[in-house]
């Protein structure tokens, strides 16, 4: 399996953030079970070459070079099932999209939307918090958008004027 850091700069990227810290175990699981999904993975036919990485024990994220083979409706499908079945196995939530991820010191907590909202308003949240943009879409925009200071993500919209 490729890693991240193998794919092109425009491969399209998914990133399933966990409502909880990974153990090493189940971050060694979910390698093993990634590798075997992505050897069988396809579109329309065409094998998808792909990778997975796991960020921080937290954040799975997956790969692929659209210059090989694009992704159809059914193959994004197969990964949005394949992301469901290992949080069902491992008692993870990866789809809860109102959770918010941030950095506090070297420890990255996650959070509700809402309980986000109120560390701003209390200020233990400010424009220079380092949040996880989870929406970035290509491996670019990874590497660019995805670990930013609240106030350049979308994010921004909790700090209080």
């Not at 943009?133 to 590497?143: C, H, T, Y």
């Not at 958008?145 to 209080?160: I, N």
């Given at each position: ?27 060694n ?28 024990d937290?954040?799975?994220?997956f ?99």
């Amino acid at each position: 399996m490729n890693s991240l850091k193998n794919m092109p700069s425009d491969a399209r990227l998914w990133v399933f953030q966990s409502n909880r810290v990974l153990s090493t175990v189940e971050v060694n699981a979910i390698d093993k079970l990634a590798t075997q999904f992505i050897t069988r993975w396809t579109s329309h036919g065409a094998r998808i070459t792909a990778s997975c990485t796991v960020f921080y024990d937290r954040f799975v994220v997956f790969a692929i070079d659209e210059q090989q083979a694009q992704a159809g409706g059914c193959s994004i499908d197969s990964l949005n099932g394949f992301v469901k079945e290992l949080g069902q196995s491992l008692n993870v939530n990866f789809f809860d999209r109102l959770q918010v991820a941030y950095r506090k010191g070297d420890e990255i907590l996650s959070c509700a939307l809402s309980e986000f909202e109120k560390l701003a308003k209390q200020n233990i949240v400010d424009e220079s918090t380092i949040v996880f943009n989870n929406m970035v879409i290509s491996k670019s925009a990874f590497e660019i958008e995805w670990e930013v200071p609240l106030k350049q993500s979308w994010h921004k919209r909790v700090l209080v004027s």
